[in-house]
Nanobody, 118 residues
Framework: QVQLVESGGGLVQPGGSLRLSCAASGFTFSRYAMSWYRQAPGKERELVAHITSAGGSTEYADSVKGRFTISRDNAKNTVYLQMNSLKPEDTAVYLC???????????WGQGTQVTVSS
């Protein structure tokens, strides 16, 4: 069955770094655009970063530009989010999303908690 399994979250001090991973299985990963979203308590889910199926194009929320980098390895069916210079406002559950817009197919992971605090 389809699975998206996030890992790499945790507690980090402000200014620190984390690398999130999302391992995919059960579908043709290389056909899907991948995104990272986040949701903080009491806030709406927001798009953090997006990468096209072949990895040729990326987009970022203004709040993370210059600090976060999304990448993918289609041979490993994995998408990554490198997060540097973390701020307390980055605290949220980070969720992995796979999307094939032409076929209206979309999958979500369960999320991984990132907490930025001293």
């Amino acid at each position: 069955q389809v699975q998206l399994v996030e890992s790499g979250g945790g507690l980090v001090q402000p200014g620190g770094s984390l690398r999130l991973s999302c391992a995919a299985s059960g579908f043709t990963f290389s056909r899907y655009a991948m995104s990272w979203y986040r949701q903080a308590p009491g806030k709406e889910r927001e798009l953090v970063a997006h990468i096209t199926s072949a990895g040729g194009s990326t987009e970022y929320a203004d709040s993370v530009k210059g600090r976060f980098t999304i990448s993918r390895d289609n041979a490993k069916n994995t998408v990554y989010l490198q997060m540097n210079s973390l701020k307390p406002e980055d605290t949220a559950v980070y969720l992995c999303n796979a999307n094939w817009a032409a076929l209206r197919l979309e999958y979500w992971g369960q999320g991984t908690q990132v907490t930025v605090s001293s």
